[in-house]
Structures are given as C-alpha cells and as structure tokens.
C-alpha cells in the first residue's frame, strides 16, 4: 500500500475494497519470453473478516491465449483505475492555476491460479452477475437462459488472484487550496461528473464546495 506520510495514500484499506466494488473492471497484464498479454476482465474482491483485502477472483474466456501464459508464469499485474477526470484551470478564479488529472487508482502484483471446480466457477459467475445486476429494475439471472447457461459456463475458467504487492493513489484534491477546490467542485457538479465529485467531497471530509 501506499507510504502513511503519502498525502495521496488510501485512507483505509477500505476505500481500496470500495474502489474495486465499485470499478470492477481491470486489466490483468503479464509477460514472459519476450511477450505480454493483457486482458481487461471484471474482477471480484474477497475479504477477509476483519474488511481486509484478502485476494481477488475472476474468469477468462478458455480460448483466451492469456491464459496459457499464466499457467507457464503465473506473475501478473492487475490495474485498477476508480473515478477520473481533467480538471481545467478554465473552472479557476485563479488562471494562474495549472492543469491535472485527478483519479483513485489501485496496482496489484498477484499469482494467478486457475481452478475448474463446476460448483466453485458457478458461485463466481453467479456473485459477479448478482453485483452487477443489483439494484436494476428487472434484473436478470444466469437462470434465465436455461441450459445455454451451463453449455457457455463450460467455455471459461476461474482463477483467485493472490496478491503479493499493492499501492494505491487517490489523487482527490487534498493537496488543492481550498479556493481551488471550491471551484473544481463547483465545475464537477456543473458537468456532471457526479463519481468524480463525489469520491473527491468523501476524501476531503469538512472542506467547504
């Protein structure tokens, strides 16, 4: 994780847990014998029962030649990026002010292993359809296509990411001066980049927008 003296650091573990529940969607990259691959894949975080990040799981499509690499080398790095956006000194009062990019990201340095258990993949697909279905009006079920389910299910793999690294970066405007970020968050809510502004308000408790 981030250094404790990083004004960018997570607040807590957490935040990082949040990040991935709510932007599941990451990159798992590799490379070996003079090659990489990189697939982007909806990832699951487990937890441990104190709310620590314990490992992450997921799936690959078989015919993903992805997979063959990490079964010779199971090292990989998975990117996670949250909540971003260019923050233009056109918001500023100051035009002094120079331009950025603020963003919540997460790096994980992990060992992939594969598994092929049919009841443990069915708990996989079916927690991760469940989340993102959840709150939908209408929301669907793998049940729902019957035995096409089970004949698709057969074409992918689930794999648990152990992670053996990490650093995160909320980079949220803690570091603005407060008219700075007034202006930053009144240009947010008029743009409507409602997670940005949202993520940055949560990770700056009491300052005023």
């Known amino acids: 994780m981030s250094r404790a003296d990083d004004k960018f650091a997570p607040p807590s573990e957490a ?10 969607l990451a990159w798992i990259v590799s490379c070996g014998a003079g090659d990489f691959s990189a697939t982007l894949l909806p990832l699951r975080a487990v937890t441990d029962a104190q709310g620590g990040l314990e490992r992450l799981v997921g799936h690959f499509a078989r015919s993903n030649g992805h997979v063959e690499l990490l079964q010779r080398d199971p090292r990989a790095v998975i990117l996670f990026l949250g909540p971003h956006g260019y923050i233009s000194p056109s918001w500023m009062h100051d035009r002094t002010w120079a331009p950025t990019w603020n963003y919540a990201s997460a790096q994980f340095m992990v060992d992939i292993e594969f598994f092929d258990d049919t009841d443990k993949l069915d708990g996989l697909l079916r927690e991760l359809v469940g989340a993102m279905e959840h709150g939908r009006p209408r929301a ?3 049940d729902e296509m ?7 299910s057969r074409h992918v793999i689930g794999f648990n990411a152990r992670i053996r690294a990490r650093r995160a970066r909320f980079k949220l405007g803690q570091d603005e001066r407060d008219a700075v970020f007034r202006d930053i968050t009144i240009a947010l809510r008029q743009t409507g980049a409602k997670d940005l502004l949202r993520w940055m308000k949560e990770l700056n408790p009491g300052r005023a927008d």
């Open 15 to 24: 935040e990082v847990v949040r990040l991935i529940l709510e932007n599941p």
């Open 140 to 142: 669907w079920s793998p």
């Open 146 to 152: 019957g035995e096409r389910y089970r004949n698709l």
